[in-house]
């Protein structure tokens, strides 16, 4: 894949998050931290589901995965920001640029399918409890996993098609901290129409796609939860699924508005990338272990268990 005048262009220029030196310091150690945080914290869920067998159940067969893609989504973006923050001048290749495109739609698009897969299981598990097992079973959750990724692969070659087919002239300069699809396009000197649309397209089938099965399950969620009588049956039926809610309301509110906004290199452009590429990715861990007691158990059980075999 080449761009039709790469002898013209051969990399492009990141304008980051700020030009100035302080700010630049300060920003590097917050991220320095958020990446830490995001790595260490989504490596602790993949082995503790892994270690605890308790752990092994549909709802957290699709957590770790969630975890395997937010860990991969920090590495897309956040180790090119730290290096930006402390480079004088942000540059990135064709290439490069071209890869960020893929790989920073192809993870958050797995995501979103993830998502609206974890609601499905949520919904059996609230809504038909007896034959939650017979309906999520082992081969289905498999299946629905292969389908997210297969679906996002898609869509992410489409985006990558798009930015390939695009003609740059003379303007290089990426009023953004990453290569994203919707920031390439107001440097482009020929007719972005047709891409924006397929664009626009693609994001609206492939968003609301996932994002109508959400809220179906949802409404059924809450209708079965209103039933209940017991107010500690309402309240253990509601804990399962709040965690999960945080999380899609967080996720597809930034990436949507990154996504289906006209890009223009503003507060609020940037806000709601590091919002989805950034912030969530580290805050899906805490929102999934914080007020989930089996996790909670799983991580105290593992870290007894290790602390044993260190000691004995």
């Known amino acids: 894949m080449a761009l039709r005048n790469r002898s013209t262009i051969t990399e492009f220029i990141l304008t980051g998050l700020s030009d100035n ?19 260490m914290g989504n490596l602790t869920m993949l082995l503790v589901i892994r270690a605890d067998s308790h752990l092994h159940t549909p709802m957290y067969f699709f957590l770790s995965n969630l975890s395997f893609l937010d860990l ?22 064709i290439e490069g640029c071209l890869a960020q495109v893929f790989f920073v739609f192809i993870t958050p698009g797995t995501e979103v399918c993830l998502l609206s ?21 082992n081969q289905l959750c498999v299946r629905l996993v292969l389908i997210s ?4 692969s898609l869509d992410a070659v489409i ?4 930015a390939v087919n695009l003609d740059f002239c003379e303007a290089q300069t990426i009023h953004h901290y990453t290569c994203e699809l919707p920031s390439l396009f107001p440097l482009s000197c020929s ?9 626009i397209c693609s994001i609206l089938l492939h968003g609301f796609g996932t994002f109508l099965p959400i809220i179906f399950s949802y409404a059924r ?13 309402r309240s253990k039926a509601f804990s399962t699924c709040s965690s999960h809610l945080i999380a899609v309301i967080l996720f597809f509110g930034s990436g949507m508005l990154r996504y289906l906004m006209p890009s223009s290199g503003s507060f609020l452009d940037l806000l709601s990338s590091l919002q989805y590429s950034v912030i969530t990715p580290m805050l899906n861990p805490l929102i999934y ?3 989930n007691k089996e996790v909670k158990g799983a991580v105290k059980r593992t870290l007894g268990k290790y602390l044993h075999y260190c000691t004995g």
């Not at 090119?80 to 990135?92: A, G, M, Y």
């Not at 985006?159 to 798009?162: E, G, N, P, W, Y």
């Open 21 to 39: 030196p302080h700010i630049q310091a300060l920003l590097f150690v917050l991220f320095l931290v958020i990446y830490l945080l995001t790595v």
């Open 72 to 93: 991969c989504f920090s590495c897309v973006t956040l180790p090119k920001l730290l290096k930006d923050l402390l480079s004088e001048k942000k540059t990135i290749s």
């Open 117 to 137: 897969a974890m609601a499905y299981d949520r919904y059996a598990a609230v809504c038909h409890p007896l034959l939650y097992s017979q309906v999520m079973s």
């Open 149 to 152: 990724w297969g679906l996002a």
């Open 159 to 162: 985006i990558v098609l798009l």
């Open 191 to 199: 007719d972005t129409s047709i891409n924006i649309s397929i664009l």
């Open 221 to 233: 969620i809450v209708f079965t939860i209103l039933s209940i009588s017991s107010i500690t049956g």
């Open 289 to 291: 272990s914080f007020k």
